[in-house]
């Protein structure tokens, strides 16, 4: 059983400070839905607030249509994975899984049947006498999992779990978490400062910024189809442009800047006219090597200064004429031994992969 | 061996005159305050009670008469057993747990309040207010309660005063007044291990519980108390030891028919001139600590390093 969530005008302000404006986003019943954002942009308390922990300054927070005000966190159909997980240490891994039940009085064989039976969801069968600090970090976040689902919650909003744990774990995780997901079907409402694990694991992302909603929509839209500069640079990489509006022809912009007229796309509810100050944004990837079959409808005469071998891709990193940095990366299958620092290449553009977006403050990384 | 003695490790790493400062320190408190006076108190206390003129003469042998006055009284007594001083002990054994008990109950929600539920200004300012009443003497503190508790004093007054009730309570004569300051007398050695002991919770373990559905008083019995118990053991074993060795509350706020464990020790010692007397029932008071104290560990499971922590 999932539920929908919504929250509705809801702000929450500490003193004078708004840690969360005027926010109102409808979640899917069985969606996989994460709230992105740098930290303090107010996504825990957002958070926070689903769960019951902290009351909205204004407006409400309904799960399955009905209104939460007033309803204190053990009562909402919603359980809540802690950044830090918060399992129990001095309990046993089958009394962490079990507490829920416990504390609604269900008998000591119910509770041990269940606590199997979750621990056979996680993998873990036969593990429920250990301590918890007895295991690895991935397992403990699995029991987290357990815990949060033994009471069959309708909504699991989970905190940046993952934060904790290395590079290659997390990214076992991540499938793990919408494996489990899938099975169980319920709502999931995932925290996360960690681009990357918003896209790979989520129906619809929101990003969020100083307490607001910069954008919702599929994790493809969001990063394709940025509405501020803020999500162009937020979600993934881009290479802003700064320049005036020269010409718009439908969907297709002429951006006039100190280092020649481009090409990019406008999105349909951008309101942009002649003259404006305006950002052409162009991913790294979208960056390409200079070929003769190619018949890209941008050329971006660029001066190399450094490189860098990720492994699939290599990155490198240019500046303009005018001065501004230019990021591109090229898969490693690609021969590059033909470009040295302080060497001069025109770089191709798609004006379709290219979008213009009005003058607003980027995202800092 | 000299030259092997200073090259030992401890030496290298502390510098020489500090290593040495550092080992007569310790060995100091370490032999004359604890080892000596225990020895020489359990020697005493099995010797017969002879002037100091006599020690070493005839008249001065080992015995167990003292102990065994306590439990069966003087030779030409009539009762089978010392009923007086018995009573006494047992009293004080378990009015030493209620208000050990009494204190924990108290103290529990305040500790827990200033932990975790008070900001840091509100915290500061209660923990003053706990500390400053204790920067005046105990027996001063317990003649201030004499005074509150009085017959004519001002609880009574004020209850008077305003109609509550038409006679004063005999607070003093149903050592009302002294169970009331013997909590208070101790109640910081109670307070701050209970403090520590659930400041060092986790706040994410608390509303983890209660966003499992936990009521508040399952979170306190699951979570919280488990994790203060160490706290709990070694606040209620400090409170109890310095509860039944307590002299001056006792002595100022019990009722005129009742005597406290110390005050029968206290006559011992000072009024009867009795030395081997006074360490014996020195020695059973010890001994009653000590069995409190590992009672204490072995019901709440918890070793002797997570309390003096």
Sequence with gaps: ?365 | MNSYFFTQPFFKKNGRAIAIYFLVAIIFWFVFLVIIPQLYMLDLSFRTNVPPLERGGPKDFYTFEHYQHFVFGSKTAQDAFNFVDLGVFGRTILVSIFVTLANLAFCYPIAFYIAKIANPSTARLLIVSLIIPFWINELLRSFALRILFANEGVINNVLTGIGIIDQGILFITYDIGLYTGLIYAYILLMMFPLYNAIESLDVNQIEAAKDLGSSTFRTHWRVVIPHAKPGIVSGCTMVFMLTVGALATPVVLSSPNTLWFPQLIYQWFNMNDNWSRGSAYSIILLIISVIFVLTMMRIFKVRIGEIIR
Excluded at chain 1, 241 to 258: A, C, H, L, N, Q
Excluded at chain 1, 293 to 308: M, R, T
Excluded at chain 1, 334 to 356: P, V
Aim: aromatic residues 8%; charged residues 25%.
């Design chain 1, 1 to 365: 059983m999932s539920a929908d969530v919504e929250l509705s005008n809801v702000s929450v302000t500490f003193g004078s400070f708004f840690a969360a404006k005027n926010v109102s986003v409808k979640i899917e019943g069985g969606e996989f839905f994460s709230f992105l954002g740098p930290s303090g942009c107010g996504k825990t308390t957002l958070l926070r607030a689903i769960s019951g922990f902290q009351d909205p300054s204004e407006g409400n927070v309904l799960i399955d249509n009905k209104d939460m005000s007033g309803i204190g966190p053990n009562k909402r159909p919603t359980a809540l994975i802690f950044q830090n997980l918060a399992l129990f240490p001095l309990m046993t891994v089958s009394e962490n899984i079990a507490f829920s039940l416990e504390v609604r009085g269900v008998s000591k064989t119910d509770r041990q049947k269940r606590a199997d039976e979750l621990l056979e969801l996680i993998a873990l069968e036969g593990q429920g006498e250990k301590k918890v600090h007895q295991l690895s970090g991935g397992q403990k976040q699995r029991v987290a999992i357990a815990r949060a689902l033994a009471v069959e919650p309708k909504v699991l909003l989970l905190d940046e779990p993952l934060s904790a744990l290395d590079l290659k774990l997390r990214q076992r995780m991540r499938t793990e978490l919408r494996e489990i997901q899938k099975r169980v079907n319920i709502t999931f409402i995932y925290i996360t400062h960690d681009q990357g694990e918003a896209l790979t694991m989520s129906d619809r992302i929101a990003v969020m910024n100083e307490g607001e909603l910069e954008q919702v929509g599929p994790c493809d839209e969001v990063y394709n189809n940025p509405r501020t500069p803020f999500v162009a640079t937020f979600v993934g990489e881009n290479n802003p442009i700064y320049g005036r509006i020269k010409s718009i022809d439908g969907k297709t912009v002429e951006i006039d800047t100190p280092d020649g007229i481009f090409r990019s796309t406008i999105n349909d509810n951008t309101n942009l006219n002649i003259n404006d100050d305006a950002i052409a944004f162009v991913r790294p990837e979208s960056l390409f090597l200079p070929r003769s079959d190619d018949n890209f409808d941008n050329s971006l005469p660029v001066i190399i200064d450094s490189f860098e071998f990720e492994g699939n891709i290599k990155n490198f990193y240019a500046h303009l004429k005018s001065g501004t940095k230019i990021k591109f990366s090229v898969p490693n299958a690609i021969d590059t031994s033909h470009i040295k620092n302080g060497s001069s290449i025109n770089l191709g553009f798609d004006s379709q992969k290219s979008i213009i977006l009005p003058k607003a403050p980027l995202a800092i990384d």
